[in-house]
């Protein structure tokens, strides 16, 4: 919703009678709603059907949030949607929208260069304890995350694109154990 309200065009869109002064006022009225908590508040409605999640704005918290007549909103502009997938796992169950612009998973990014440094390491004859030591952690830590050193390279590249499923965290490879096959790995990945 918060990418919807944003657009540039949007403004004129939900004002289809207003002039530059309008929109533009409308525009950074409705960026200000958006860095805040007022997005909420202005909603009137969430459907959600199978593989669609509808969002209908309240025309008249709208209006006032906008400082105009809810008379000039165009009532076809209050329905905002967007196509999505349901993930489960466990428990959880995640709603991933499909234009939503995923970004990098930094703590797994950063366990990945961990684990290839320390891997580098061992390569040069440190054992686990002492890259354990330098590092400030335990050698079971180290002997835990080496592993992410031998992710496919396609895959951490995905990763860091944010084109990773939504299951693949650094949570998730340390509790279970990939194969040293990078064919096996896509494969095991491509069900979370």
Not at 11 to 20: G, I, K, Q, S, Y
Not at 44 to 63: C, E, F, H, N, Q
Not at 78 to 90: I, M
């Amino acid at each position: 919703m918060k990418k919807q309200i944003t657009d540039p065009g949007f403004p004129a869109f939900l004002l289809p009678r207003a002039d530059t002064d309008g929109i533009g006022h409308a525009s950074a009225r409705l960026a200000d709603i958006s860095k805040t908590d007022s997005l909420l508040a202005i909603v009137k409605r969430v459907d959600i059907a199978p593989g669609t999640l509808a969002v209908s704005l309240d025309v008249t918290k709208l209006a006032a949030r906008l400082g105009i007549e809810a008379s000039a909103i165009a009532t076809d502009a209050l329905s905002l949607a967007a196509p999505f997938q349901s993930r489960k796992r466990g428990v959880e169950t995640r709603l991933i929208l499909a234009n939503d612009s995923k970004s990098a998973d930094e703590t797994l990014l950063l366990n990945i260069a961990r684990a290839c440094d320390w891997f580098d390491q061992l390569k040069s004859g440190r054992t686990y304890a002492e890259i354990a030591q330098s590092a400030g952690t335990s050698k079971r830590r180290v002997q835990q995350m080496i592993d992410l050193a031998f992710i496919a390279p396609d895959v951490v590249r995905a990763i860091t694109e944010g084109r990773q499923p939504v299951g693949l965290t650094s949570d998730w490879l340390l509790r279970h154990d990939l194969p040293s096959d990078w064919d096996a790995q896509r494969a095991i990945i491509a069900t979370l």
